[in-house]
């Protein structure tokens, strides 16, 4: 009898966690609607598994001290067989300028992520955040995302994902990884703490890719938000955390953490998406704009094995200008696309325009995507350098110079364990500097001017490290590694 209450006890628990398991994604978005009162709209979308319990409400910590709000759900919206949105609407009014953390929990993630806590994610709880930044002067609205943060990839496909969306007041945008968090509540949801999850494991961990000579590669590009993962290994659900930073006149105004997952199953079908004009790039597929010439841009969207089910979009904030067209054409092979503008001294800012191509698949087990990025510089000849590269902290680790704008250089593999490269290739005789998380310098090597300098980092201890690169007696760019 023991024996069988022991059994139905196990099994109750198991159902009961197999029942709250639900959330794959969200974010939190905010919008301005009265200055004087410093008061907001603020939405919650989540993306639920529809196996997993309901959402009736949901519970928002605004970072202002106030009570955290509970509201009824506002909308809901089934986009795949097993995934919905859910949407809450929240209004509030802050007490004073400054700067607030909006947060939001849940008990359960949804269960076997390959990489939250080795596969069992079924009992860590999910969070998301974004920052405002309150000025009665300058009010923002956070960044609007436009597509959905749950993806589809296949194993032996290049993965790429481009963070299409629009920035309301045309601020300069930073994209970079954060590990996923979780929350632990204290006496309430005013006073827990958020923390990140345990065991995590970015997807191009060599955990994923046993037995293969694939190189195991992950990237954001910290001005586009362009996202590439070569030839997934393992089949499954991972999670990304992606923070969305906004920058205005060299200061941040304010940040979106999403959460993302992506589904890696195996499958036969590809697409390819690629350029098919003569326009002159140059590095991060940059595209000078000149007033008064127009600016023809052709992609051509292909796949294999031949299936008829292709869709070509283009999202870019230009496309609500009237100068701005976007037209697509079938063909027996592929599908072209042609982004057709034209520039005029009303459209010169500091920041660059994005414009993204974005094709899918539709094939009998699921959706493949491809997408192709440009960034389109309104100032000739300008080089756009921001503060930080994606994680460096917004203040210079020396202390000396916090308010000036550096280039991002990526670190790859990242995380790493023995080495990793940057591209010096632009600077003479570049020197990189290697700072730990207290701004103290622990490492200064001297670099050659190649695409791939090697920096050693086999003797330090497991953490998150900074970089500089110097030349000509200057910093010149930042960085964020991570030693494993």
Same mark, same amino acid.
């Given at each position: 009898?023991?024996?069988?209450?022991?059994?139905?006890?196990?099994?109750?628990?198991?159902?009961?966690?197999?029942?709250?398991?639900?959330?794959?994604?969200?974010?939190?978005?905010?919008?301005?609607?009265?200055?004087?009162?410093?008061?907001?709209?603020?939405?919650?979308?989540?993306?639920?598994?529809?196996?997993?319990?309901?959402?009736?409400?949901?519970?928002?910590?605004?970072?202002?001290?106030?009570?955290?709000?509970?509201?009824?759900?506002?909308?809901?919206?089934?986009? /795949?067989?097993?995934? /919905?949105?859910?949407?809450?609407?929240?209004?509030?009014?802050?007490?004073?300028?400054?700067?607030?953390?909006?947060?939001?929990?849940?008990?359960?993630?949804?269960?076997?992520?390959?990489?939250?806590?080795?596969?069992?994610?079924?009992?860590?709880?999910?969070?998301?955040?974004?920052?405002?930044?309150?000025?009665?002067?300058?009010?923002?609205?956070?960044?609007?995302?436009?597509?959905?943060?749950?993806? /589809?990839?296949?194993?032996?496909?290049?993965?790429?994902?481009?963070?299409?969306?629009?920035?309301?007041?045309?601020?300069?945008?930073?994209?970079?990884?954060?590990?996923?968090?979780?929350?632990?509540?204290?006496?309430?949801?005013?006073?827990?703490?958020?923390?990140?999850?345990?065991?995590?494991?970015?997807?191009?961990?060599?955990?994923?890719?046993?037995?293969?000579?694939?190189?195991?590669?992950?990237?954001?590009?910290?001005?586009?938000?362009?996202?590439?993962?070569?030839?997934?290994?393992?089949?499954?659900?991972?999670?990304?955390?992606?923070?969305?930073?906004?920058?205005?006149?060299?200061?941040?105004?304010?940040?979106?953490?999403?959460?993302?997952?992506?589904?890696?199953?195996?499958?036969?079908?590809?697409?390819?998406?690629?350029?098919?004009?003569?326009?002159?790039?140059?590095?991060?597929?940059?595209?000078?704009?000149?007033?008064?010439?127009?600016?023809?841009?052709?992609?051509?969207?292909?796949?294999?094995?031949?299936?008829?089910?292709?869709?070509?979009?283009?999202?870019?904030?230009?496309?609500?200008? /009237?100068?701005?067209?976007?037209?697509?054409?079938?063909?027996?092979?592929?599908?072209?696309?042609?982004?057709?503008?034209?520039?005029?001294?009303?459209?010169?800012?500091?920041?660059?325009?994005?414009?993204?191509?974005?094709?899918?698949?539709?094939?009998?087990?699921?959706?493949?995507?491809?997408?192709?990025?440009?960034?389109?510089?309104?100032?000739?000849?300008?080089?756009?350098?921001?503060?930080?590269?994606?994680?460096?902290?917004?203040?210079?680790?020396?202390?000396?110079?916090?308010?000036?704008?550096?280039?991002?250089?990526?670190?790859?593999?990242?995380?790493?364990?023995?080495?990793?490269?940057?591209?010096?290739?632009?600077?003479?005789?570049?020197?990189?500097?290697?700072?730990?998380?207290?701004?103290?310098?622990?490492?200064?090597?001297?670099?050659?001017?190649?695409?791939?300098?090697?920096?050693?980092?086999?003797?330090?201890?497991?953490?998150?490290?900074?970089?500089?690169?110097?030349?000509?007696?200057?910093?010149?760019?930042?960085?964020?590694?991570?030693?494993?």
């Amino acid at each position: 009898m023991k024996h069988f209450l022991v059994f139905v006890f196990i099994f109750i628990l198991n159902s009961f966690c197999s029942l709250a398991t639900h959330l794959k994604g969200g974010e939190i978005t905010y919008k301005s609607i009265d200055r004087s009162t410093r008061t907001y709209s603020i939405k919650l979308t989540i993306y639920r598994d529809v196996q997993g319990v309901d959402q009736p409400n949901a519970t928002l910590n605004f970072g202002d001290g106030t009570a955290c709000d509970i509201v009824d759900l506002s909308r809901r919206i089934q986009v /795949e067989p097993d995934t /919905e949105i859910l949407n809450f609407f929240f209004t509030h009014s802050f007490p004073a300028d400054g700067s607030y953390i909006i947060s939001f929990n849940e008990e359960n993630r949804n269960e076997n992520i390959n990489n939250i806590n080795d596969g069992n994610s079924v009992q860590i709880s999910f969070y998301i955040e974004s920052k405002i930044v309150i000025d009665a002067f300058t009010p923002n609205d956070s960044f609007i995302f436009h597509e959905r943060p749950i993806l /589809e990839g296949f194993t032996g496909n290049d993965f790429s994902h481009t963070i299409a969306g629009l920035d309301p007041e045309g601020d300069s945008l930073s994209f970079e990884f954060l590990t996923p968090r979780a929350f632990k509540e204290g006496n309430g949801c005013e006073t827990g703490t958020a923390f990140e999850v345990p065991n995590y494991k970015f997807p191009n961990h060599p955990n994923f890719y046993e037995g293969s000579d694939i190189p195991q590669e992950l990237s954001i590009n910290p001005f586009s938000g362009n996202i590439i993962w070569n030839q997934p290994g393992k089949t499954g659900e991972y999670s990304i955390a992606v923070k969305v930073s906004e920058f205005r006149n060299g200061r941040l105004v304010g940040y979106s953490v999403r959460d993302f997952q992506i589904v890696i199953t195996e499958s036969d079908y590809y697409i390819e998406i690629e350029k098919v004009d003569t326009v002159k790039l140059k590095e991060f597929n940059v595209i000078d704009l000149e007033e008064g010439e127009p600016l023809e841009l052709k992609v051509r969207l292909k796949n294999s094995p031949l299936y008829i089910n292709l869709k070509l979009e283009a999202y870019s904030e230009l496309l609500i200008d /009237e100068n701005a067209a976007f037209e697509t054409y079938d063909s027996a092979d592929y599908k072209l696309g042609k982004f057709s503008f034209e520039f005029d001294s009303t459209l010169i800012r500091d920041n660059p325009y994005i414009i993204t191509f974005m094709g899918s698949l539709i094939n009998p087990i699921g959706v493949s995507r491809k997408d192709l990025t440009y960034i389109l510089n309104p100032q000739k000849g300008k080089i756009f350098n921001y503060k930080t590269e994606p994680g460096v902290p917004p203040v210079d680790p020396t202390g000396t110079d916090p308010e000036i704008f550096y280039q991002a250089i990526p670190a790859f593999p990242n995380p790493t364990k023995e080495s990793f490269f940057v591209n010096t290739s632009l600077f003479r005789k570049p020197v990189i500097l290697l700072y730990n998380t207290t701004g103290k310098i622990i490492k200064s090597q001297r670099l050659n001017s190649e695409e791939r300098a090697e920096i050693k980092v086999e003797e330090l201890k497991p953490g998150i490290y900074y970089y500089q690169v110097h030349s000509s007696g200057k910093k010149q760019g930042t960085g964020k590694v991570v030693v494993e």
